[in-house]
């Protein structure tokens, strides 16, 4: 998007330098016959050859004041000055400030915000958007990652309530991830359509939305050596209303002076003021030239139909590849939450362990099995034989005393 907006930057400029010189002009021109040449025709009243030539002078810079105000790309700059005799009428929009060479008098009396539908204007547009646009997918990647971050960490701690919340935020990652996917997708296209023939996609929007000429736009879009540029012919008159001006003047420096000493001070202000009006009639030549804005279009266009079509097939890959990582996610977690522990046994084993710490669960289920086992067989074994077996005699109910060891010997042995 870089070389798209510099490339729009670039030509809004141009085009804001082509309104400051014809500005700058126009302004010189105005200010030449409302002042110099004015106090010219009052000093030459008495001679009929010197007042031809001051009047010739003041009707060939209203030519070209006249053609000057014809050319389209300056037309909406210069409507504001032409009621006006003063060089603070102008009034023009640049998206950036002119060089001091261009038009060292002028200062914009208007707003610095660019003309709608201009290349200032798209400039402006397109990087507020990719400025929101970079900061909503970093927050997009952002939550995939603290997502998938706490859905391992809740699997890895069976936390039942972190499972819940992350899953609503994975349906929520998955709706913006499968959004994204279709705004790309839909942006793509567009693009596509737009790349396949750019030109006539933006000399219709132009001409719809500035009303300028068509022929203006295609002598620009296209830049055939075939074409000839549309102001040729207004530049070629303005020229030779100046050099006519320049040389009523030099008749005038070479013959009034000596009889009019007065004109001196008016002659050289004229004269002044045509030197800076041909100098900014040289430049303006210059930047009407179809070579300068169509190299800035082409740049343009081969910043947005490479880099940006590159840049949304990279975004939508990313988003597909997000949505599919989701729905995976989403789908594997009711497996994995079956396979934690029910409450019950969770209770019962935390029981078992309160009583004995030290014995394991395995161990406890075999000692109960065991006793189990033990209970039940002298049942089965009696049940069997019919009776008591000998080696289940009963039990006494008492203790039995046993005589000492000295009684058991006498009545062995009585003598």
Known sequence: MYQLTSSLLTANYT???????????????????????TSMEELFTGSKPFLTSTRNCRRLSDNVINLLSSISLARSGI?????????????????????????????????????????????????????????????????????????????????????????????????LSWGSLGLETATVVALSDFCTDPNIFVLNSTNFNTGTSSDVLDYYLTCSRRMNSPFQQVMTQSQRALSNIHTHLSNLDRNALTQFPKAEKSLREVQQILNSTEGNFHQLVALLNCRGLNKD???????????????????????????????????????????????????????????????????????????????????????????HPPFLARRPSRLQTFPPMATLAMRAYPD
């Open 79 to 175: 409507d504001a000055g032409l009621g006006n005799d003063s060089i603070s009428g102008a009034s023009i929009i640049p998206l950036t400030p002119a060089p001091p060479s261009v038009a060292p008098t002028l200062v914009p009396s208007s707003g610095l915000m660019p003309r709608p539908f201009s290349p200032g204007w798209a400039a402006n547009t397109l990087m507020v958007n990719e400025d929101y646009r970079w900061l909503s997918y970093v927050l997009l990647l952002l939550l995939d990652l603290i997502v998938c971050l706490f859905i391992l960490l809740g699997l890895a701690k069976q936390a039942r309530w972190l499972l819940i919340l992350m899953t609503v935020l994975a349906w929520l990652a998955l709706f």
């Open 15 to 37: 085009l804001a330098s082509i309104d400051l010189l014809i500005t700058d002009t126009i302004s010189g021109l105005q200010l030449s016959v409302s002042g110099p040449l």
């Open 297 to 387: 279009y082409i740049d343009s266009l081969k910043g947005l139909c490479y880099d940006g079509m590159e840049g949304l097939l990279y975004l939508s890959l990313y988003s597909f590849l997000s949505a599919l990582a989701f729905t995976a996610i989403l789908c594997s977690l009711p497996g994995a939450w079956r396979s934690f522990p029910s409450e019950s046994e969770e209770y019962e084993d935390s029981d078992s362990e309160s009583e004995d710490p030290f014995t394991s669960h395995q161990a406890r289920r075999q000692t109960a099995t065991g006793s189990q086992r033990g209970a039940i067989t002298p049942s089965i074994i009696t049940r069997v034989l019919g009776g």
